[in-house]
Antibody
Framework: EVQVVESGGDLVKPGGSLRLSCTAS????????MNWVRQAPGKGLEWVGL??????????DYAAPVKGRFTISRDDSKNTLSLQMNSLKSEDTAVYYC???????????WGQGTLVTVSS | EIVLTQSPGTLSLSPGERATLSCRASQSISSSYLTWYQQKPGQAPRILIY???TRATGISDRFSGSGSGTDFTLTISRLEPEDFAVYYCQHYGSSPPMYTFGQGTKLEIK
């Protein structure tokens, strides 16, 4: 059974930093392109970024609103995905989901998410 | 950059009725990269349809997807109480890799 579990969400002040983690099981993590998707309270889904498998170069791509502030990394030995968030803004307040990208770019599996609140 | 526009924003129907949800892309996209999700309050999204028309594992045959080019449709043939939720379409673009979501359609009980 595929499982993804996000953690690390917290209340942080504007300008602060936070690191989220995602632990995955039930699939070959090292082969997966992994995504972060977020959802602000009462709003829709917004893609944050992805990291390719090391086999495909291990490179990252980010959505414009977070580029230069957020960094995605992976530790395939621990089946763990991370999201380092710096220079946080109030508009980064959201539930953050980690999800492996499947064929055709579909996201078949989702965790329950972790809530990040940016507020003074 | 592809923009997905879903309509209507809110759809009010009764159980047993047929629901038709639209997702329009700002330019022609491959149907291979069009996915539909369902999300209920307090829950993570759940995949319904991938490749524009293929039901995901375990999804009722009351759900069907169609379309090509710029216009895609999710149809729910006979609404059950558990179908009332928010539905999102999503596109994957490969160069550079990025995901785009529509703004969602809320399906509510009339």
């Amino acid at each position: 059974e595929v499982q993804v579990v996000e953690s690390g969400g917290d209340l942080v002040k504007p300008g602060g930093s936070l690191r989220l983690s995602c632990t995955a099981s039930g699939f070959t993590f090292s082969n997966a392109w992994m995504n972060w998707v977020r959802q602000a309270p009462g709003k829709g889904l917004e893609w944050v970024g992805l990291i390719k498998s090391k086999t495909d170069g291990g490179t990252t791509d980010y959505a414009a609103p977070v580029k230069g502030r957020f960094t995605i990394s992976r530790d395939d030995s621990k089946n763990t995905l991370s999201l380092q968030m710096n220079s946080l803004k109030s508009e980064d307040t959201a539930v953050y989901y980690c999800t492996p990208g499947g064929s055709g770019g579909s996201c078949y599996y989702w965790g329950q998410g972790t809530l990040v609140t940016v507020s003074s | 950059e592809i923009v997905l526009t879903q309509s209507p924003g809110t759809l009010s129907l009764s159980p047993g009725e047929r629901a038709t949800l639209s997702c329009r892309a700002s330019q022609s996209i491959s149907s291979s990269y069009l996915t539909w999700y369902q999300q209920k309050p307090g829950q993570a999204p759940r995949i319904l349809i991938y490749g524009a028309s293929t039901r995901a594992t375990g999804i009722s045959d009351r759900f069907s997807g169609s379309g090509s080019g710029t216009d895609f449709t999710l149809t729910i043939s006979r609404l059950e109480p558990e179908d009332f939720a928010v539905y999102y379409c999503q596109h994957y673009g490969s160069s550079p890799p990025m995901y785009t979501f529509g703004q969602g359609t809320k399906l509510e009980i009339k």
